[in-house]
């Protein structure tokens, strides 16, 4: 699974490198050491402005949806808190992410994510969690692949009113490689840099297509290294938290 990653690139950095044209000042995030779920995220989406009939040209924007996925046919929004990550075998079936892998996809940019492995001390024979920090190791930017959804909130009765609709993502996640194999079985999926068009575009549907774009990362390119349990907290940031420990 992806239960925690790094996002430190400024929303005017991740315009460039993604070719955003709309990113809202009043949505930038501060700097976050230790990504957890409920948190506000950066998401790359491509998407017609609202109003705008089908056939509409999409445009790519910069939004900030929270972490964990609540369907919009949910009943309470805290099911978000279960839907943080989404298994590539499954994604395109299951009933509270089939509707978002149709038509509602997105980029999560990380520096890297965190992963624990089960180790055990040969002194005291108990096993204890060792969180390693994995990432790029050219140091560039990490597109995961994810999903959105907005929720519509029956409370509020003016649906122009930003307060009714809830914005959430999902992470999707596929068997590890390299390094991040050693660590965990489970890893975040992150795209091609030559998939963004297709991946991001509403108007590709056709699931065999789509799936075909979520290929297991190439060998030989994360490195990872052990860093301290402070990122078990999640009151912990700081870019002390990627620090190698012996």
Known sequence: MCGRYVSTRSPQELTRIFDVVEWRPEETLEQNWNVAPTDAVYAVLDRAPRGEGEGAPVRRELRTPRWGLVPSWAKDPKIGSRLINARVETVHDKPAFRRAFARRRCLLPADGFYEWEQVKDEATGKVRKQP???????????????????????????????????????????????????????????????????????????????????????????????????????????????????
Request: with cysteine.
């Open 132 to 246: 390693y920090f994995i990432h790029p190791a050219d140091g560039e930017v990490m597109a995961l692949a994810g999903l959105y959804e907005y929720w519509r909130n029956p409370e509020v009765k003016d649906g122009d009113d930003p307060a009714a609709w809830l914005l959430t993502c999902t992470v999707i996640t596929t068997e590890a490689t390299d390094e991040a194999g050693r660590v965990h079985p489970r890893m975040p999926l992150a795209l091609a840099a030559d998939h963004y068009e297709d991946w991001l575009d509403p108007r590709h549907e056709d699931p065999d297509h789509l799936r075909a774009l979520l290929t297991r990362p190439a060998d030989g390119d994360l490195d990872a290294r052990p860093v301290s349990t402070a990122v078990n907290n999640t009151r912990s940031n700081g870019p002390q938290l990627l620090d190698a420990v012996g």
